[in-house]
């Protein structure tokens, strides 16, 4: 592990997929990481994974779109390590908290709203309980997670890809409101990954399938991720901020 980084990044959605591949990363680039997830036994799980292999970490449970949940999780993040450095915003309603799949007519308006709820509205959120503190130390990074879908449309979930839509939006704008306060905002757009931790055989064939319009023929796996994030929040991205770093093998080109 490298040598250790003042403060604290909070990773939401990370006790599973690949939420849980930006805690390794992280810890082993020498961050504090809080794992915060709905599912506190498996976020408690990976802080001891993470803990006995002698990173800094801290499970916390949060249900990203209450705001006393938030401001409990920035809470017990400054208790434990004094500042926020940093912020990955991966939780969302995808496949731990599953979606339909399905065309534009036949999705419910409960599920809509759930999507936009936790994925947008989350997302605003905890920026809003964790921007403060960044300022208040006159720097911080803030890395939200979009999706490729958003960039070249997918003819199912249309109310996933318009709420990861709504996050390449929302990170330019917040990446022009807090600038001149040395706050980062930039967003990483995934491609089709094999996320899922115990896959069946009809998930891999559909990632499989997604291989054919990739410049990178192979599926991509969640550590084909870590990398962005961790660079997003390394001080070689310090004049960066609005931007969408596509992470696909060359599918989506731009």
Request: with cysteine.
């Amino acid at each position: 592990m490298s040598s250790e980084k003042p403060g604290a990044v909070i990773v939401t959605g990370a006790a599973h997929g690949i939420g849980a591949e930006y805690a390794d990363r992280l810890v082993r680039d020498g961050w504090s990481v809080v794992v915060a997830d709905l599912d506190y036994e498996a976020a408690h799980k990976k802080v001891q994974q993470l803990t006995a292999d002698g990173g800094r970490a801290l499970a916390v449970r949060v249900d990203i779109s209450k705001e006393d949940e938030i401001a409990a999780m920035v809470d017990a993040t400054l208790k434990t390590f004094g500042t926020i450095a940093g912020l990955v915003n991966n939780a969302a309603v995808f496949s731990v908290v599953p979606m339909s799949r399905a065309p534009f007519g036949d999705i419910e308006l409960d599920e809509w709203d759930l999507m936009f709820r936790v994925n947008v509205r989350g997302t605003w959120q905890v920026c809003k309980a964790v921007v403060p503190h960044m300022a208040e130390n006159g720097y911080g990074k803030i890395v939200n997670i979009s999706s490729g879908t958003a960039l070249k449309g997918s003819a199912s979930r249309i109310h996933y890809v318009s709420s990861k839509g709504a996050i390449v939006s929302f990170t330019k704008t917040l990446a022009k409101e807090v600038g001149a306060k040395g706050v980062r905002v930039n967003c990483v757009a995934p491609g089709s990954t094999l996320s899922e931790e115990d896959p069946d055989e009809k998930t891999i064939e559909y990632r499989q399938s997604r291989v054919t319009d990739r410049a990178l023929p192979r599926v991509q796996l969640p550590a084909d991720l870590a990398g962005a994030v961790s660079f997003f929040l390394s001080p070689d991205s310090d004049f960066i901020t609005g931007q969408t770093l596509v992470v696909d093998g060359g599918t989506h080109m731009h």
